[in-house]
Nanobody, 120 residues
Framework: QVQLVESGGGLVQAGGSLRLSCAAS????????MGWYRQAPGKQRELVAA??????TNYADSVKGRFTISRDNAKKVYLQMNTLKPEDTAVYYC???????????????WGKGTLVTVSS
């Protein structure tokens, strides 16, 4: 069973920085795509950033130049968030797609989320 756990959220003032981490448990052979999504109150969940197994990245226009997604050789993905704005306030979720395990292939998994609050 694959489980994802996010960490690193919290309260920060506008202009500050936070680094989110997402770690996976379970026997995983490979992960095709890792991503960060966020959902603000009253809004739909949106893609923030994604990174492929080859290192290719994609960012929402609203975070380009401020956020950086990275992954390590294990099963972790990170989101470095700089110059945070109040509108970045949301619950941030990590998602792993195209996950290959001994029991399954090409499934996706979500974490439960971590709250980021940016005060003005």
């Amino acid at each position: 069973q694959v489980q994802l756990v996010e960490s690193g959220g919290g309260l920060v003032q506008a202009g500050g920085s936070l680094r989110l981490s997402c770690a996976a448990s379970g026997n995983i052979f490979s992960i095709n795509l890792m991503g960060w999504y966020r959902q603000a109150p009253g809004k739909q969940r949106e893609l923030v950033a994604a990174i492929t197994s080859g290192g290719g990245t994609n960012y929402a226009d609203s975070v380009k130049g401020r956020f950086t997604i990275s992954r390590d050789n294990a099963k972790k993905v990170y989101l470095q968030m700089n110059t945070l704005k109040p509108e970045d306030t949301a619950v941030y979720y990590c998602k792993y797609s195209g996950v290959h395990t001994p029991q399954s292939y090409n499934l996706g998994y979500w974490g439960k989320g971590t709250l980021v609050t940016v005060s003005s």
